[in-house]
């Protein structure tokens, strides 16, 4: 059965918002120097068209067919294939990188320890894992939600395969340990609604 998923609604500050997750991750990936990049959850193939135009072998996988539908549209140069971190890596041939990046991806997965386990399977010996995810570690974060009454429409209850896990970085940390990686450094990423205010988080791990 594939992983169910649909995409959120988009509206002209969450685009905004994507956008600097986007110039984030990008970033966070060059500053790593990969010849080579696997990306899980590639959605409509934005990362990956920037990261291919700097020379990287890019290779994208996504289960929802919207999204790969757009990047092909959009990137017929990019290499984006159907699949997620439940498939199993010796049927998808894809081989070993660099580096492996996702973004907004962990959050929605059942089994986090399995997601690791795929990331751990595309990566060469010296390879690194760069991921982003929200950060509900953050106090002020929390207090800005409860205070606004805003954890029902936040966690969005009726998105179908919407966000599932809630890390903070504690937690994200001990999964990474558990999975056989050393996490090197963070990112922060400032809320679009409130700047000053951490929303989201990033890390770029070896594996040990």
């Known amino acids: 059965m594939d992983p169910i998923y649909s995409q ?47 020379g990287i072998r890019y290779v994208g996988i996504d289960p929802d067919d919207e999204s790969l539908s757009q990047a092909k549209e959009h990137f017929p140069h990019l290499d ?14 894809l081989g070993t990188f660099d580096l492996v990046c996702s973004n907004d991806v962990i959050e929605h997965v059942y089994e ?7 990331v751990r399977a595309h990566l060469t010996k010296e390879g690194r894992f760069v991921c982003g995810t929200p950060d509900y570690g953050n106090y002020t974060h929390n207090l800005v939600l409860s205070i606004f009454d805003r954890w029902d429409h936040h966690h969005n209850p ?15 940390a001990q999964l990474f340990d558990e999975c ?12 679009s609604h409130v700047p000053i205010m951490r929303s989201g988080m990033f890390c770029v791990a070896l594996l040990k």
Request: some cysteine.
């Open 8 to 54: 959120p609604p988009r509206n002209a500050l969450t685009l905004k918002h994507a956008a600097k997750i986007h110039r984030t991750m990008v970033k966070l990936v060059l500053d790593q120097r990969p010849r080579s990049v696997l990306e899980v959850g590639c959605g409509a193939g934005i990362v990956g068209s920037i990261l291919s135009d700097h």
């Open 112 to 118: 986090p320890r399995k997601f690791m386990t795929f």
């Open 158 to 172: 009726l998105w179908d395969g919407g966000h599932i896990k809630f890390f903070s970085r504690q937690t994200l």
């Open 180 to 191: 056989g990686f050393k996490i090197d450094h963070w990112k922060s990423l400032g809320s």
């Open 80 to 93: 984006v294939r159907k699949g997620s971190c439940y498939d199993d890596p010796a049927l998808l041939h």
